[in-house]
């Protein structure tokens, strides 16, 4: 599966952006969905991942009550909804799938990678 992010942006703290991730090449409902970011000198961290219907969803303790991962297996899309933005929000956000039948924050177990896109916030 190709997977690629967009929505990324230059946004004021207290703003909001929706990061999307389309596939390609196989259908998305086969795979568990996470969004990860990493900012400049660090490294690529957990931030939601969903499950494959869906109905289930597990986010870091950083963006919990302000990020909210969806998803639209009809349109092989997943999203983040990010509102209340932070200067610490700044990074890279990518999107990723695991072939695991259950969640999972641990980069190494998820297989596929978008490229990446830009998030920055000003304080």
């Known amino acids: 599966v190709q997977l690629q992010a967009s929505g990324g942006g230059l946004m004021q703290a207290g703003g909001s952006l929706r990061l999307s991730c389309a596939a390609s090449?196989?259908?998305?409902?086969?795979?568990?969905m996470g969004w990860f970011r990493q900012a400049p000198g660090k490294e690529r961290e957990f931030v939601a991942d969903?499950?494959?219907?869906?109905?289930?969803?597990y986010y870091a303790d950083s963006v919990k009550g302000r990020f909210s991962i969806s998803r639209d297996n009809a349109k092989n899309t997943v999203y983040l909804q990010m509102n209340t933005l932070k200067p610490e929000d700044t990074a890279v956000y990518y999107c990723?799938?695991?072939?695991?039948?259950?969640?999972?924050?641990?980069?190494?177990?998820?297989?596929?990678w978008g490229q990446g896109t830009q998030v920055t916030v000003s304080s």
């Open positions: 990723a799938a695991s072939n695991l039948p259950y969640f999972t924050s641990r980069r190494a177990q998820y297989d596929y």
């Open positions: 090449g196989r259908t998305l409902s086969s795979y568990v």
């Open positions: 969903i499950s494959r219907s869906g109905g289930m969803t």
